[in-house]
Structures are given as structure tokens and as C-alpha cells.
């Protein structure tokens, strides 16, 4: 790219051959083409015309409207012999911003047949493109054109580079002092030219000296700025000026500059001393509604009048230029802020614990301007009004973005920051912490490319609420739960103490053994309360005889379940019976285990004249594993009997197990009954876990920035619980981030690379992971990994910064000699991870700077250990060139620096974090 520019440059600048004189008054011809440039001295950091252009093609790289520009300057000269000539100079430009760049035009006409100012007929014009690469920073291309008549007919074709670059604000004072500084260079005339002078390079730069900024959005009342400029035509010259620019309330200007001109002093045709006088009168037209031109442009917009008075040559102003002209900037300035729209319709209620229900806070979200969006915000407060979490636009970093030179960014169209459809906040803090439960209020924020900002009018609320529901069911013993609702007046009715939380809606019933809901008993708005059953249906009809269930349960606002139930409850209104209950419904048994984890509970109406009974236990095919009684066993079946989960022969099989009774009597009756089946568990939940991207860069540039985390376990019983730690990637591995849930974890996780203390993950390391779950049961599993992080380009101010703490070092060296082979397998794979990174950023030096770890305490003892720890980080630092090198970084844009133990990013005494300090940084300085 530099040679590319170096040769245009040469070819261009072949011109500067050709001057083998220069045209006295020449250099100051370009100032005439325009009355706004003869007002203020033409200066090369100057904007506000389509003439601007002709001084610095970069000038109107940032111009958002059309621009038309007319003036006329007349040129009076007194020979040496008292007579008087007139001369001439006329102009008219154009400019037309489009989302590509800034281009323009103009035609010039000059004529001065005085002693004085001999340039003789010119006619002339310029087309340029110009371009905003970044905020503030300009570049522009020109063409002139033009033929001289007079004295001798020759012609002129040029070319103009230029660069402006506006830097803000350089100290922080009240008066705003050194205020919107700008400083530009020019190469202007590469090429043939002797109006103006041939291969002229040039720099200036101007300031504000005084700026009084306007209140709530009204105009400054008063700017004073400074310019100066320094040029070097055909570099047989020197000449310079300096200018005073006053602005009233953005509606009047006044301006003046003096200069020298090398050459024409030697010459004693020095300039006047005073240069320029310039009055400006900006006025705003009326929109009408209408518009002009067939139809192509707005009736409205801003008129600048412009006046000038340039004194040329000669000690009385022999030879001076005075004139006016007009500038119409077509349609509106942009003040409108722009437009967001929420569509928030009500509050939303959250609950963050990962359960794939409610999580996060998301909500769709629009933001347009009429221009471009340059940043948005997000921002989450507490119920005190302190902000906890801030989400903003991502980085606009061309070089993630495939645009790697110049070049490709005077291609690239214009456009704003991205803004996404939707908006989301997963209830973490910028601390890494949960936030906890409570009302929470959000608004969005933008502003355009003007600096026109808006916020939300409404101060949205969210509510974070973690609790579930809670309710209680009093324990009732198992013959208190029998009940005959045959209308004799004995237990014709089953009675239920049950307490809990204020919640929407509770949704209560009881419930068959297959699961049918027979009887409906819910509350709206309410507490649970103590209730009756009479044993009907919800059709008013009695129940069948049977098994049932008490269940209850409510789901908030931020879906959180809670609930309870009483089991076993039997309805029976027959004179003789059996019925088989269960006190659980899974276990998980253990071999050799003698305690029953499950009971059976037999119920029978009549416990007289039994012959025969058992109980078998059998499996989902109809094999009978179990059988009670035992040889010998009693005649008459007990209230319950336990079993452990066991078969015949003392093998745990997983599976469903249904119990059966069978109970026959000597008058020949027989009666059976069987209970809900037993599940038989023994295994751990099957977990599964993957991210993407493979390498996340959690560094705000719009790429990668979120780690993907798919969890899943599995389980023939419910997920009573689990939880993924992610710890520090050295010894004694404390944990980084936990996250952990009740139930089933969410299918999707998004992790913002956020320690638990807001710390933020490190470059090329990768952190172990440990995704663990347990069932209802008790069993319990667990499965580990690595997570990688790929090299992370933190912005620093106007640099940015990588740090790559994992990379190891000989113990008091600065080589990989002695270490083991999959230590040093991994530094080559982090050195062939940074490589690619750093060739995104093609256009920035880089400074490697190696850091060691202090041994000592602050005090002497570290500052004796500094200057070998320097040695120690230089040479580690230069190695790693070495390494980069290698593996395709050009070696010209490294250096490096050793820093030793002077900047540790964590504190002496807090050891386990000790290995962050052992790092290189790279500096990308552009």
C-alpha cells in the first residue's frame, strides 16, 4: 500500500519539472476562486463551501447535504504609472454527498492584466472525492484542469491528496480552550501547473480559542478559532499564514489572516500585510413545501451571503480583490434526534435461574434516523436508581470486518452502527452477579452522526422474581385418607389443611391413577385454605371407588412453579375390598441395602375367613421379581410391606415395577388390587454439553463476543438439580463463574466471558468447565471440558491492547527450551492463534511488552529484583517477535519493550491469581 502511494505520489509529482520559474501572485490565485476563501484566507483545515474543496480536497469528506456555491470577486489595480486595470475572478461549485463519499466540482475564471498580479486569463475547474473514514478523519482526491491565455496559451492537469483529521478536544477547561483541534496536510497541484504553483505540499492546523457552548441544544453564542498554514510551493518557496475566525450565534462570521510569501519578499513584492477581510450572513429559508428544479430539490435549506476584501500587492493596496457571492446548503440540517420505538406493551416478570423459563428480559426494539446511528444504549437500573448493567453498541472495528487497508475503506459505504431487533438483558449484573429480586427500570438511549440524542419517554420496569410459589399440605395419617361418601353420616367426607403464598391463581384437584383430574378446586387471586371433599366429581356426580391424589401448584408471572400434593387418599363405599398403595415412586436401591425404600400399603374391608394372599411385584413385561409373603409367612397380610428395590436374587434391574395384590377368601371370593408402578433408578442423568464458537472474543467488536452454551441432562426421574463451573485455567483453580438451577437446565446459555466479579476471561486461554446434575433420586453425574477463548482486542483509548497471560516461559528464561512437549505444543498453537489476529490489524505497529510476576512484597526487595526482571521481560518480549515472525507478521512493525514486575494486574498477596501478572501485551498503535 505505501509503495502504491508512494508511486502516485512520483508520477504526479513528475510535473513540479515544469516550474522551472514561478508566476508571481500565483499561489494566491486559488484563495480568488471563491469569495468565502478570499474572506478568511483559504485555508487548508477551512469547511463550509464547495470552494472549500479547491484548498484541500478532504475539506468536504463530511458533508451531509447539497451544496451550491456562486461568487464573483472584482480586481482593481493601479500600474506604476498611475493608471488603473481591472481584473476579474468568478467561481461556481457543487457538492453532492452520497453514502459512499462526498463529491464535487467547480469552474473558476480569473483574469488579471496588472504588474502587480500578472497571472494573466485563467480558466480552470476541479471534480474531487472525498471520504469520512472514521469520526472525524477525512481523505480526499482532486483533478484540476485548466488553460492559461494570457500571457502564453499552456494548459494545466493536476492531482490533490488530501488528510483532515479532527481530533476534539485536547485539555478539559470551562472556556473550552484548545477545543476542536484540526490539523490537515495537502499535496496539492501533483502534476502540471503553474496557476497555482506545481507540487505544492502543505499543513495547517486550527483551534478553537474560545468556545461558548449554547444551553439545552441552542446554537454556541461565540466561537473564537485560530488557523495557520505552512506551504512549500514547488518546494522553491516557503509562505505561510495565520488566521482569526470570530462566530456569532452560528448566524454572523468575521475573519482576517496575514501572511509572508518567501519568495515575493525576496523579490520586494511582499504581500500586504493584511491578507483578508471576510463577513459572512448566514439565513435559514422557510420550507414551503414545495420543491424545485423539476422536482429534484428542496425549496428550503441555509443561504450564506458572503463579502470579501483581499488586498493583493503594493505598499497603498495597489492590487486588492473585493466581491460577494452566495452559498445554498439544499434542504434541512439534521437536529432531529432519532426515532426509537419499544414495544414493551406490559411488565415483564423474570426469574434468572436458568430453567428456560423466563430467564431473560427481551423485548423487540427499533432505532432509525434520517442519517446513521452512531451508538445506542441499554442501560438497567435498581430500585435506587444505580445503574447494574449497561448493554451498548459494538465496536465499529473495519478490520473484523474484512477491510484491511485504506483502500478498502474509501470503498466501503457509509453506514451507522448495528442495531439489533431485539434487546435482551439475562438478569446478570456488570459485577457478573445475579441481581436480586426486585423492581428494575430500563430505557434506551441513541445518538446519531449530528450528535442528536434521544431517549425513551417511558421509563420501563421489569420485576426479577426468583421465589416460587409456596404452598403446604398437613400430613394426614393413612386412615384418616379412607373416607365413604355414601351418605350414612360416618367419614362421609375428607377433609384437607393446606396453607400458602398470595399468588394469581392456584390450580388445585384430585386426580385418578391414570392422572384424571376428577374434581377441580382452584383459587383465583388468593391463598390457599383448608377444604372439604364430598367425593362428587366436577359433574355432581360420586367418584368411582378408587386411589386418588390431592395436587395443588402455581405458576407466577415469572414462571416459577411451586406446589404440593397428599398421595394416597382412597375413596371407597363398597362393603368388602382390597386396595394397594404406594409410599413412593421411585427409589433407588443399593445392593445388599436391608431398609425398605418403598412401603405397601394394603387396606382391606375384610380381614376375616382369608385363605390366601400375596403380593407380587413384577416387571414391565409381566415377570413377577418379587413375592410376598415368604414361606411361612403370616396368613393374614400385614397394613404394609417394604421392599428395597431387590429382585429374588439380590439384583438391582432399573425399571417400572407393579405391585399386585391378590387376596382369596375360604367362601371362595377373590379380590385383587394394584398400585401405581415403582421406578427403579440407579443411574446418574445422561449430560451433554457444547459451545460455540469453538474460540469465543468476548471484546465488544461485534464477532464472537457471546459464548453459545447447549446443556442438556437427561433422566427416566426428574432433574432435581444442576450447575456448570467454569474455573481459572491455573493451579488452585478457584472458580471463574458458576451458574446453577433448579430442575432442568435451559437448552440455550449466553455468557458475556464475565467473571462472577465482572472480571473478564484471558486471551488464548482456555478454561476447564465441570456441567454436573443430579436426579430427584439422589444419582448423580458429571462431565468436563474446555472452553477456548481466542485472542481478545480490548480497545484502550485510541490504541488497542491484547493480553496473553498463558503463554510459559522457561522458569527465569525467555525460551520453551526444557519445558514438557504439551506445554510447548500449546505456546505454538497460541503464537499460530495470535498470528491470525494480528493480521486482521495490517495497518497498526505493534509494541510487544513482556511482564514478569513480582516475588516481593512493595518495598526495597522488589525494587532490587526490577532491573533483572526488566532483562527477563525485554527478552521475553523479543522472542515472542521472534515466534510471530515465524509465523508470517512482518517483523518491521514489531518492538520490544520490558516491563518487568512495574504494572501487575492483580495485588502481592492474592496468589491464586499470581499467573495474570506473568504476561505479554501487544499495542496495535495505528
Known sequence: MIRKLFLLISLMGAGVLYADSLIPGADAAPSLFSPALAGSGGFITSQGSASASTMNPAATGDAQRIVFDLGYLAIPGKEIDGSSKWGHAFGLGALFPTRIGVFGGSVHFLTSPTTWFPVGTFFGGNLTASKELYPGMLVGLGLNLGVITDPDDDFNISGDLGFRYNMGKLLDNNLGFTENFTWAVVFRTLGKSDVPTAFTPEIGASIDLLRLHGAAGKVDPFKAALMADLGFPGFQNTEGKIGLKLVIAELITLSGSTGFNFRELNDDREPYPLTSVGLTVNFALKSGGERIMGGTLPSDGDIAVHTALRPLYGEDMDTFAVGGGIAWTVGVADKTPPVIVVDYPETFYMSPNHDGKADALEFPVSITDQRYIAEWTFEIQNEAGITVRTYRNKELRPENKTVRNVLGRLAAVKSGVDVPDRLRWDGVQDDGSIAPDGTYSFRVTAKDDNGNTAVTKELYQTIVDTVPPEVHIAAMADALKIFSPDGDGNKDTLAIAQTGSLEDLWEGGFFSTEGDKVKTF?????????????????????????????????????????????????????????FLTTSVYAIAPKEGQAEDLVRFGIILSLRTGIESWSLDIKDESGVVVKSFPADGGPRIPPESIGWNGLDRQGIIKEGRYTPALTVTYTAGAVVTASATPVLVDITGPMLSFNSQPEFFSPDNDGENDDLIINLAARDVSPIASWSLEIREPEAPYPVFYRIEGRGAPAEKILWDGRSLKGELVQSATDYPYTFAAEDTLGNASSTEGKIGVDILVIRDGDKLRIMIPSIVFRPNGADFTSLTADVVENNNRIMVRLARGLNKFRDYKIQVEGHTNPTQPVGPARDNEQPGDQRISEARARFVIDQLARNGIARGRMTAIGVGSLRPLVQ????DNWWKNRRVEFILIK
Open 908 to 911: 502481592f498477596e492474592d496468589r
Open 522 to 578: 382452584n383459587i383465583d387471586n388468593g391463598e390457599p385454605a383448608d377444604l372439604v371433599w364430598d367425593g362428587q366429581n366436577d359433574d355432581g356426580a360420586i367418584a368411582a371407588d378408587g386411589i386418588y391424589a390431592y395436587r395443588i401448584s402455581a405458576t407466577d408471572r415469572a414462571l416459577n412453579t411451586g406446589g404440593d400434593s397428599l398421595e394416597n387418599i382412597i375413596l371407597d363405599t363398597r362393603a368388602s375390598g382390597a
